[in-house]
C-alpha cells in the first residue's frame, strides 16, 4: 500500500522550454503533496507544499512563477517548470500523505531533469 | 551551517556486522526525528520515527535520539547485502511537515 508513482523518470530538453512532472497516489487519497529538489551531494530540499483545492506553499527561496504546482485532485499534483534552464537541472521528487502532517510521507522515485 | 549533518560515507562493512550512522542537527525545535531508507533509482522509504528523545526497536533496526547533544543515530544488527542503500535522517518540528533531510550515508554490506 501507499504507492506514489512520479512521471517522466527521466527528461532532457532544451533551454526555455516548460516541463510538467507529474505525481499520483495510487492506492490512498493525499491530502498533502510536497516537492523535494536535490541536487548532486546535496539534501533533498522542501520546495513546496500542497494541499488538494489550494494553493501550494512555497518554501523561501522558490519562485513561485518558476515552478508551478498544482494540486488539482486527491491523487494527483503536477509540477511544472516554466522556461527551464540549466541551472533547474536537478532531481526531483514528490511525496504524498494522508492528513494535516501526522502521518508519513510516501515518496515517488523521483524526475532526473536535465536542461541542455 | 547546515540544519542537519550526515557523513555521507560510503560506509562499507562485512554481512552480519554492525552498524552504526548517525546525524547531527543544529535546531533544537526539532522535535520529530525519522530514518528514511533510499535504494538506488528509488524513493526514501520510511524506516523509522521517534518523538523527542529516546530509542525505539523494531527488529534489526534501533532509532536513537539524544536532543541534549542534538544527535541521532540508526543502528542495523547484522547486516544483510540487502541492507546497502542510502540512510537518510530527517527531521521536523512539526510533525511529518516540512521534513529536513541530512545528506544520505550510502552504505555498503558485502557477503
Known amino acids: 500500500g501507499a504507492v506514489v508513482s512520479q512521471h517522466p523518470s527521466w527528461v532532457i530538453c532544451k533551454s526555455g522550454t516548460s516541463v510538467k512532472i507529474e505525481c499520483r497516489s495510487l492506492d490512498f487519497q493525499a491530502t498533502t503533496m510536497f516537492w523535494y529538489r536535490q541536487f548532486p551531494k546535496q539534501s533533498l530540499m522542501l520546495m513546496a507544499t500542497?494541499?488538494?483545492?489550494?494553493?501550494?506553499?512555497?518554501e523561501q527561496g522558490v519562485e513561485k512563477d518558476k515552478f508551478l504546482i498544482n494540486h488539482a485532485s486527491l491523487t494527483l499534483s503536477t509540477l511544472t517548470v516554466t522556461s527551464a534552464h540549466p541551472e533547474d537541472s536537478s532531481f526531483y521528487i514528490c511525496s504524498a500523505s494522508v492528513g494535516q502532517g501526522y502521518q508519513p510521507q510516501h515518496f515517488g522515485d523521483g524526475t532526473r531533469l536535465s536542461i541542455l | 551551517q547546515k540544519e542537519v549533518e550526515q557523513d555521507p560515507g560510503p560506509l562499507s562493512v562485512p554481512e552480519g556486522a554492525i552498524v552504526s550512522l548517525n546525524c547531527t542537527y543544529s535546531n533544537s525545535a526539532f522535535q520529530y526525528f525519522m530514518w528514511y531508507r533510499q535504494y538506488s533509482r528509488k524513493g526514501p522509504e520510511l524506516l523509522m520515527y521517534?518523538?523527542?528523545?529516546g530509542n525505539k526497536e523494531d527488529g534489526r533496526f534501533t532509532a536513537q535520539v539524544d536532543k541534549s547533544s542534538k544527535y541521532i543515530s540508526l543502528f542495523i544488527r547484522d547486516s544483510q547485502p540487502s541492507d546497502s542503500a542510502t540512510y537518510l535522517c530527517?527531521?521536523?518540528?512539526?510533525?511529518?511537515?516540512?521534513?529536513?533531510f541530512g545528506t544520505g550515508t550510502r552504505l555498503l554490506v558485502s557477503p
Open positions: 530527517a527531521t521536523s518540528n512539526t510533525g511529518f511537515q516540512k521534513l529536513v
Open positions: 500542497s494541499n488538494e483545492g489550494s494553493k501550494a506553499t512555497y
Open positions: 521517534t518523538y523527542s528523545s
